[in-house]
């Protein structure tokens, strides 16, 4: 069974400062991947990086990276120079790649950026 | 990016009457689609499984006979709330994948569900 914990409900960032969010999972699986959503109060789902289980670099996307120490099972999302508009909800999510694997989420964390 | 979309996006219903929640795949075909439930401050949590031309896959406590789910199409899945209840007011959420199990899940926009 797979399981993802996110251990801070919420998290406060000043504006222009980098903030680390974190993910660990659990898995028997040997391939994976680990994805972060942001989720906005309109409640939509938006997609922000990918990291599959047998990449050797750390995943990038513009502001956003993943920090992925595969040993710890960790994949903490790092976004740097915070925005106003970062604050929403992040969810860390994994799915299994033994099949058509639904994701699964964490319980997600709060983020909020002040000016 | 791959684009789905969700109708309505809103509904309030009385209790005891059925919703139909469309979720569509605009630009790709998607073999499955998957669908989630949201109850507020809480995360996404899975229901179901819809595979094209096949029967859904439940979750573990979640009702079949209640949560009709039809995926006639490779582009297309709908969710029956049946008979709704306050109990089952919540965002509802599909998501669908282009590829089998090594590309993301792209989310539709959520359909609001409030059960007076």
């Known amino acids: 069974a797979q399981k993802i914990t996110q251990t801070q409900p919420g998290m406060f960032v000043q504006e222009k400062e980098a903030v680390t969010l974190d993910c660990t999972y659990d898995t028997s699986d040997q391939s994976y991947g680990l994805f972060w959503y942001k989720q906005p109060s309109s409640g939509e789902m938006i997609f922000l990086i990918y990291?599959?289980?047998?990449?050797?670099q750390n995943a990038t996307e513009g502001r956003y990276s993943l920090n992925f120490q595969k040993a710890r099972k960790s994949a903490n999302l790092v976004i740097s120079a915070s925005q106003l508009g970062d604050s929403a909800m992040y969810f860390c999510?994994?799915?299994?790649?033994?099949?058509?694997?639904?994701?699964?989420f964490g319980k997600g964390t709060r983020l909020s950026v002040i000016a | 990016g791959a684009v789905v979309s969700q109708h309505p996006s809103r509904v309030i219903c009385k209790s005891g009457t059925s919703v139909k929640i469309e979720c569509r795949s605009l630009d790709f075909q998607a073999t499955t689609m998957f669908w989630y439930r949201q109850f507020p401050k809480q995360s996404l949590m899975l229901m179901a499984t819809?595979?094209?031309?096949?029967?859904?896959?439940?979750e573990q406590g979640v009702e079949k006979d209640k949560f009709l789910i039809n995926h006639a199409s490779l582009t297309l899945s709908t969710l029956t709330v049946t008979s709704a209840h306050p109990e089952d007011s919540s965002f509802y959420i599909c998501?669908?994948?282009?590829?089998?199990?090594?590309?993301?899940?792209?989310f539709g926009p959520g359909t609001r569900l409030t059960v007076l």
């Open positions: 990291q599959g289980s047998y990449d050797e």
């Open positions: 998501s669908a994948s282009r590829l089998p199990s090594t590309d993301t899940q792209y």
């Open positions: 999510a994994m799915r299994e790649y033994s099949g058509n694997t639904p994701l699964v």
């Open positions: 819809s595979n094209e031309g096949s029967k859904a896959t439940y």
